[in-house]
Structure formats: structure tokens, C-alpha cells
């Protein structure tokens, strides 16, 4: 089992930033890419961003390119813990949503939902105009 704990979430101004953290803790060795979803009130769940551990492979969203950035913490990647972060600048209220990590066993993450096997309880992130 991994467990996986979000941090990071507010409300903000169109324009702000926000940093988003997830913490995976638990059987992490079994756990190659984490990715970064969103739902919003009446909608599906959907792809933000991706990255392996490794940090070579990096995926976004068309609609968050060059606003958001993910990254690993490779001083706190022991297996025991390690950490995944999603700096979010440039904020429109269109990137209001409950933020969710997950992560996959799969060695290159992908934008579907179904292809995680664990995720966290998820923060709300709200942006203003």
C-alpha cells in the first residue's frame, strides 16, 4: 500500500500562485510516476501534470503548459517518503478544482485516470477574478 497525503491548497486571486505537495508514504518502491489531477464541481476528473521519480519524463495538460511545473524532491525521496510538488503561477479561476495526487506502477505515467492505483483525499484549490 502506498499512502498518499496532499497539502497546499487555498484560495488565491486570478494571477496568484500556489504550491501544491503530496507526500507518498508506505510501499514506495513499487511506485514509478506520480501525476496530479483535477476535479471540478460537476465534472470529470482530469489530467494536470505527470512525472517519474527519476524526474526525465514530465507530462502537462495543453491548458496548463507554461503556468504550472512539477517536480520531485530529491532530498526527501527515500523510499520510506518521498515527495511530489505542482507549483501553480499564474492562476485563472478556471483552475478551480479539488487537486488530487496518484501514482502509478507504471514506468512512464500517463494521462488516464484508470492507470493510477492510489490516490489521496485531494485539496481544494480556488481561484477568484
Known amino acids: 500500500q502506498v499512502q498518499l497525503v496532499e497539502s497546499g491548497g487555498g484560495l488565491v486571486q486570478a494571477g496568484g500562485s500556489l504550491r501544491l505537495s503530496c507526500v507518498a508514504s508506505?510501499?514506495?518502491?513499487?511506485?514509478?510516476?506520480m501525476g496530479w489531477f483535477r476535479q471540478a464541481p460537476g465534472k470529470e476528473r482530469d489530467f494536470v501534470a505527470a512525472?517519474?521519480?527519476?524526474?526525465?519524463?514530465?507530462?502537462?495538460?495543453?491548458?496548463v503548459k507554461g503556468r504550472f511545473t512539477i517536480s520531485t524532491d530529491n532530498a526527501k525521496n527515500r523510499l520510506s517518503q518521498r515527495a511530489v510538488y505542482l507549483q501553480m503561477n499564474t492562476l485563472k479561476p478556471e483552475d478551480t478544482a479539488v487537486y488530487y495526487c496518484?501514482?502509478?506502477?507504471?514506468?512512464?505515467?500517463?494521462?488516464?485516470?484508470?492507470?493510477?492505483?492510489?490516490w489521496g483525499q485531494g485539496t481544494q484549490v480556488t481561484v477568484s477574478s
Open positions: 512525472i517519474t521519480w527519476s524526474g526525465t519524463i514530465r507530462s502537462y495538460e495543453d491548458s
Open positions: 496518484a501514482t502509478t506502477v507504471r514506468t512512464i505515467p500517463t494521462t488516464t485516470t484508470a492507470d493510477y492505483d492510489y
Open positions: 508506505g510501499r514506495t518502491s513499487r511506485s514509478y510516476a
